[in-house]
């Protein structure tokens, strides 16, 4: 069957007359680039997730590096992070010259396993600088065991870009570490077409990421252009990147930021739907979370990993998309042989992912379409296993 009308994407964006009326203000306003939208955005966006500091960035990718600059993550050094995630994750590190050690996922969950980082920061104190959680499909990743590491003299970077948003005990994440980031790309919990926000606590890294976001600007344009001091006038204080949101991202951004909650309900219902069924698909294995949940993701679990491709391809011939969370970096050419990894090393995130397949849901994904996605998944599952 060819896409059509009745095709159940597995993930879209939807937006209402808010992020219109929103992109003419800027347009109308005249000041496209970083500028009072972007403030407004970073004040909104502290105060939702109770944070002292947000910084808008052009992307999760961005806000990560400069997340490692603000660290001081030097050449040499060794951040942990999962290979079950994005490359964007570990991709970064190499960008300061530093060294990504990849981990294995915690049996029967889709993040890292924090007891292979136990053991490395007891045994091997000094090995690892760093650790790049993810908070995979907008779980919290082992809220608790981030201080430790920290008291240990491990930088903890949050990679939150399928967890906006989502509280622990401990607050919002991006709190558990010392840097939070999230990520407002297009499929993302809020969008901005592209788009990212760094959040930290502290000060002096909430300044140098700043700095480093536009060229290591001593201030940045908009406030060149409205301070009281000449406009030309400005001090280049470090090597920086062109790392800057748009006024226009910031601008829907603030407008999605309204709806987070409501858009997260929606999210939360498909996945209670979905759940609802779990009965009637026997052998497959459905995510469950005890604590809060962005559900960016509802990644399943099929079978047998010799079926997935076949039923993800039945699922798109009944018209649903479906996706693969992940592909895992040990699998990838260039993480694979610059590092020479061999699956077995990874064998929790080998019994998951070849059997994984994310369905369908986000905004534009209602209960109407979950329930076209069941009956089209029983079809697919009846046809398979009878
Ligand atoms: C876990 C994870 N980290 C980081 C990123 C990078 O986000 P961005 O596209 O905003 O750079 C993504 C993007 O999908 C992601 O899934």
New binding site residues.
Partial sequence: MSQNTDFIPYARPRFGPEEEEAVLRVLRNGWLTTGSECRAFEDEFAAFVQMPYAITVS??????HLALLGMNIQKGDRVAVPTY??T??AEVILYLGAEPVLIDCAPDTFMMDVSILDDLILHKPNFLRAIIP?H?GGQACYPDFWSSARDRGVKVIE?C??AFPVTTDHGYLGDLGDIG?Y???A??TITTG???MVVTRNPQVAQRIKTLRLHGIDRDAFQRFQSTQPAWFYDIVDAGYKYNLTDIQAAIGRAQLRKAHTLKQQRQEVARFYQSHRESFPGWIFPDHAGDCSWHLFPALCPRAEDRDRIIQKLYDLGVGTSVHYIPLHRHTFWRTRYNLKPEQFPVAESLWQRELSLPIGPGIGLPEAEKVVDRLHKVHREIYG
Avoid: R
């Fill in positions: 992307s999760a990718t961005a806000g990560l995630t994005f964007a994750t993810v995979f990679d870009a399928h980031v990520s407002f790309y499929n993302k592209e788009g990212g």
